[in-house]
């Protein structure tokens, strides 16, 4: 039963391995043999395989249509300067002939087109009856419980209202953002049933703290079904749900997409970075994901037309992201992930550009002062993330809750004290970097609902010496011109990379 979405596969060899593909997949098989070639598809494929030398033919269209991280080439062809070259561009690996079974068998599925990520709102989960203790919702920042749960054994505490479905022959990725007490045990419960009857019961999981430190993975056969979510606890005091992450699973090829990449600080919060090396050359182009409520990247075909190399970061906390802030743990990881790169191209701060639009303006600002790059390309910017949950209020009543659920997980509460800790967060920061060598390139909007003085206040706090700030203000509320503020975006970016790096875009 062919169920998953049609794989774009070219393999360049001698002999056709089409028989070793998994038969539970729908697959667009492009052989070339350099004799009797088939027909090649136009569209990108979704994993490459080089079994021998390619021709400067291939070499073009591997290039042009092979993704990165889904090229795969045999051993023997490491001393080969054309697939060294692809290799490095495209980011792939050398495999040995005899896993070919693994990567075309059990592997095939995960090369599908589209990744896809949620996370479960704290307005789908219930509290068990009979827990007699206290109940806290706090927003969508988590449900917090403080009291006696199993003594002996493990009772039901936490469930879901709604159930995840699962495709046949998919696997699911389940990551749990939760804390307690040490005295209290949880367990996670996983229930499959068939669709459509909630009586048949395929399959029932349990996993403990121990499987919890990493991602679950729930595999599924050739059944349509539901998943349900239970969290069973024992022990007394006080345990903390905040999220559930279901994710299309990817094995080891990266999350969400091949290549994708997850860091995980101590308190279970998630960044996600993916990085693309393009030519190799000048500069670093980094770009913070704005508000999204699917998990996983955002500006991949927009920075892949700028053939440069690129780094993009996601946060799937809260609702659709937390702004990029956290613990120091979480915050040094950002950091980490940039400079990972930057070492690896051997670039220094002069040779990076650092964006984002909205949510991601915040990111790429607060992140800013930690690299100090040549430019920070930002649209629709946010600074005072506080002024931003003050305006739910009255300004924009019922237009961005996710605001006041950011200041309550930042600075710990509601109140003006809160909202002043919260605006000082950036402003601090800020106003201890020289700026000198950084160029700002702000495109905002003159009536912004969220922070109508953000680009002002930039102005304001930019008293190094030598500062260069490009702005353009467009009319209207945070939400009401997104296209004009993103097509100004892309052409200073191009006029950037074109004047100011040499590059032809």
Not at 120 to 133: I, P, R
Not at 207 to 223: H, Q, S
Not at 453 to 474: E, F, M, N, P, W
Request: hydrophobic fraction near 35%; aromatic fraction near 12%; charge should be negative.
């Amino acid at each position: 039963m062919n169920v998953l979405s049609d794989i774009n596969v070219l393999q360049i060899g001698d002999i056709n391995r089409i028989d070793m593909a998994d038969r539970n997949v729908d697959v667009i098989w492009n052989f070339l043999d350099g004799v009797n070639d088939t027909n090649v598809s136009n569209e990108d494929f979704d994993l490459v395989l080089i079994e021998r030398e390619p021709d400067r033919e291939e070499f073009d269209l591997i290039f042009r249509q092979g993704r990165p991280y889904t090229v795969f080439a045999f051993k023997d062809l490491q001393t080969s300067p054309f697939v060294a070259e692809l290799m490095k561009v495209k980011c792939g690996r050398y495999i040995e002939e005899d896993k070919l079974p693994e990567l075309l068998g059990k592997k095939l599925k995960f090369f599908f087109k589209k990744g896809y990520g949620d996370s479960l709102s704290n307005d789908h989960m219930s509290v068990a009856q009979g827990f007699k203790g206290e109940v806290y919702w706090n927003g969508n920042v988590d449900i917090t419980l403080i009291g006696h749960y199993g003594v002996d054994d493990y009772e039901q505490i936490l469930f879901s209202r709604v159930n995840y479905p699962i495709e046949p022959f998919r696997r699911l990725e389940f990551w749990l953002e939760y804390d307690k007490d040490p005295e209290v045990e949880i367990i996670l419960k996983l229930v499959e049933f068939r669709a459509g009857y909630e009586d048949d019961v395929l399959l029932t999981r349990i996993y403990d703290e121990e499987d919890l430190k990493e991602m679950i993975a729930f595999n599924n056969g050739g059944d349509k079904g539901v998943i349900f979510l239970g969290i069973m606890a024992k022990g007394t005091g006080r345990l903390t749900f905040r999220a559930f992450h279901n994710r299309y699973s990817r094995d080891d090829l990266g999350i969400f997409i091949p290549g994708g990449e997850r860091i995980v600080s101590e308190d279970r919060e998630e960044i996600f970075g993916y990085f693309e090396p393009g030519d190799l050359k000048p500069p670093l182009c980094v770009y913070f994901a704005g508000y999204r409520t699917m998990e996983g990247f955002e500006g991949i075909n927009m920075m892949r037309e700028m053939k440069c190399p690129f780094l993009l970061l996601s946060d799937a906390r809260l609702e659709g992201g937390s702004f990029y802030i956290g613990s120091d743990e979480y915050e040094n990881n950002v950091v980490s992930l940039i400079r990972k790169y930057m070492s690896r191209l051997g670039f220094d701060p002069s040779q990076v550009i650092i964006s984002g639009v909205s949510m991601g303006s915040f990111g790429a600002l607060y992140y800013g002062c930690d690299i100090m790059p040549y430019a920070i390309l930002v649209g629709k910017p946010l600074t005072s993330l506080g002024n931003v949950a003050s305006n739910e209020r009255i300004l924009r009543p019922g237009g961005f809750p996710t605001s006041l659920d950011v200041l309550l997980k930042s600075s710990g509460g509601l109140d003006e004290d809160s909202i002043k800790r919260l605006n000082d967060r950036f402003w601090d920061k800020f106003d201890n970097v020289r700026w000198n060598d950084t160029q700002f390139i702000v495109s905002y909007m003159i009536e912004d609902d969220y922070d109508s003085r953000s680009y002002s206040d930039l102005l304001g706090h930019l008293h190094s010496v030598g500062v260069t700030v490009y702005g353009k203000g467009i009319h209207g509320r945070h939400n009401d011109n997104t296209p004009m503020i993103i097509g100004w975006f892309i052409s200073r970016l191009k006029k950037l990379l074109s004047e100011d790096f040499g590059r032809n875009v």
